[in-house]
Structure formats: structure tokens, C-alpha cells
């Protein structure tokens, strides 16, 4: 069945950089987009970032655009995010998520346990 | 950016009876829409796409409808296990994609 594992979730100083990792099993991993949606708990579920199956194409929400950047590694079933100039808003548990197909539309179908950053000094 | 709202904020039901939760989006998403349910301490789970598709291992007491700007999830009978907070979604017109605020279903 479909899993995925996050990891790499800290607490860190502001400013400071981390890296998380979603590592995937039970599908074509390299057949499919990845997401990164986050939840904090003020401001909800706010979608983070996006790479599609090869890698050939990013997008990045405004809060992050600039500083986050995610990337993968199909050999490995590895999706990162890098996350760098870490601010205290950035506060949050961070998931990755599986995109499914309907009629050329694509939805987060299949998400992880998530992994928990905490950003303080 | 299309916005999702979602009314109520929250709704008290009493098991065995039925919650309508609703979700609009600021714009025409056509049936591009999911809903997801989240229990403390757990990621969200899949319970419907495409408006109205219930997922793989959903009960078929969660039906999804609704098209354009106006969606509802419907759980016909709620059970013990059904009281958590449940979000809408759209992923028509991305990125980015869009989340409602949510709705915590309690018990009455």
C-alpha cells in the first residue's frame, strides 16, 4: 500500500536552515507529483510546495517562495524540502502528500504521519 | 487565488443523526474539490474527490456534492469515530492549492 515517511522535523534557531525528507513506498514513485502541505495551529492547512514526478517543475506558495526549495531523488524514492531563512511563522507540523488523477485534475491523495518543526530561539 | 470558506465553524450533532457541512469557493473550481478528514493528532485523511467519489475504504455514509462554488459533505448517520474536524480542498485553479478553514464536527 501506498506510504509515506517524513523525517527531519527539529527545533531550530530563527534564521537557520533544515532539511525534511519524504521517503515513499507502495507506487511508481516516480510516476507521481509531491506536495508539501503544513499545519500550524493559527493558520490551518496551507499548502507549501509541489515537484512533479521528475522533478521538472516547481511551485511554491508566497510565504515560502524564496527561501523553501524542494527537490527529489526518484533512485531513492526520496522527495526534500529545504528549508532555509527559518522564521518563527514557519512553525509547524509539515506533511507530504501523494497527488492522484481525475479527469486531468490531480488531488493530494495519499498524505504521511508528518514531521514537526519547530522554529525558536 | 481561489478562496475556500467554510460554514459552520462548528456543528454539534448527536450520533445516529445527520451533519451537512458546507464549503464555497471564491470562484467557478467546476467539481475539482476533496474533502478530508482530521483526527487529533493524525494527518488528514482522503474521504471524497472529484465532488462526489468516495475514496478507497470510505463508508457510505459520507457523500459529497455540489459543483462550481457550492459543495457539501453529507455523513448520513454520524458515528463515535466520525467527530473530528473535516476540510475542504480545491485543486482546479493551482498554486497554490486552497484549503477551507475547517469544520469540527462535536458531539452534541
Known amino acids: 500500500q501506498v506510504q509515506l515517511v517524513e523525517s527531519g522535523g527539529d527545533v531550530v534557531q530563527p534564521g537557520k536552515s533544515l532539511r525534511l525528507s519524504c521517503a515513499a513506498s507502495g507506487f511508481s514513485f516516480s510516476s507521481y507529483g509531491i506536495h508539501w502541505v503544513r499545519q500550524s495551529p493559527d493558520k490551518g492547512l496551507e499548502w507549501v510546495a509541489f515537484i512533479s514526478y521528475d522533478g521538472s517543475t516547481e511551485y511554491y506558495g508566497d510565504s515560502v517562495q524564496g527561501r523553501f526549495t524542494v527537490s527529489r531523488e526518484n533512485s531513492r524514492n526520496t522527495v526534500y524540502l529545504q528549508m532555509g531563512t527559518l522564521r518563527s511563522e514557519d512553525t509547524a507540523v509539515y506533511y507530504c502528500?501523494?497527488?492522484?488523477?481525475?479527469?486531468?485534475?490531480?488531488?493530494?491523495?495519499?498524505w504521511g504521519q508528518g514531521t514537526r518543526v519547530t522554529v525558536s530561539s | 487565488e481561489v478562496v475556500m470558506t467554510q460554514s459552520p465553524a462548528t456543528l454539534s450533532v448527536s450520533p445516529g443523526e445527520r451533519a451537512t457541512l458546507s464549503c464555497r469557493a471564491s470562484e467557478s473550481i467546476g467539481r475539482a474539490l476533496a474533502w478530508f478528514q482530521q483526527k487529533p493528532g493524525q494527518a488528514p485523511r482522503l474521504l471524497i474527490y472529484g465532488a462526489s467519489s468516495r475514496a478507497t475504504g470510505i463508508p457510505a455514509r459520507f457523500s459529497g456534492s455540489g459543483s462550481e462554488t457550492e459543495f457539501t459533505l453529507t455523513i448520513s448517520s454520524l458515528q463515535s469515530e466520525d467527530f473530528a474536524v473535516y476540510y475542504c480542498?480545491?485543486?482546479?485553479?493551482?498554486?497554490?492549492?486552497?484549503f477551507g478553514q475547517g469544520t469540527r464536527v462535536e458531539i452534541k
Open positions: 480542498q480545491q485543486y482546479d485553479n493551482w498554486p497554490p492549492y486552497s
Open positions: 502528500a501523494k497527488e492522484s488523477w481525475l479527469n486531468n485534475r490531480a488531488y493530494p491523495s495519499h
